[in-house]
């Protein structure tokens, strides 16, 4: 199972506040890191399995920062634009669909 999606998102943690709005808006595809900073995820709900670009290693595991590229369900997709237009780091990176970058994050 994999859900269309149009859209792909990453955060740039350098700028995030840790607040928490994001996944406040947008639970299936943002979520706290240990840090207390925030990454992008993808829900089984989804694609089938979750994977959290947190940058740890591990089944479910993906690499964080520009690299932790999650692809945006259409279905959540409006939402996840508010996160980013509420976003007050301004960090919420979201970028047309791209298979190369997906493919280039190695999950
Ligand atoms: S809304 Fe932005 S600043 Fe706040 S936790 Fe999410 S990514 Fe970080």
Do not use: N, Y
């Not at 989804?46 to 670009?53: A, D, L, Q, R």
């Not at 089944?59 to 959540?76: E, L, N, Q």
């Not at 997709?77 to 493919?103: T, W």
């Amino acid at each position: 199972m994999s859900a269309t999606t149009t859209f792909m998102v990453w955060i740039d943690q350098d700028l995030c506040t840790g607040d928490g709005i994001c996944s406040e808006i947008c639970p299936d595809t943002f979520e706290p890191r240990d840090d207390g900073l925030w990454v992008v995820r993808e829900d089984a709900q989804h694609f089938g399995e979750t994977i959290v670009f947190d940058g740890t290693t591990g089944p479910g595991k993906g690499p964080d920062m520009s690299k932790g590229m999650a692809r945006v369900p259409d279905a959540v997709l409006d939402a996840a634009i508010e996160a980013a237009e509420e976003c007050p780091g301004e960090c919420i990176m979201l970028e047309p669909f791209d298979q190369a970058a997906i493919d280039a994050r190695g999950v």
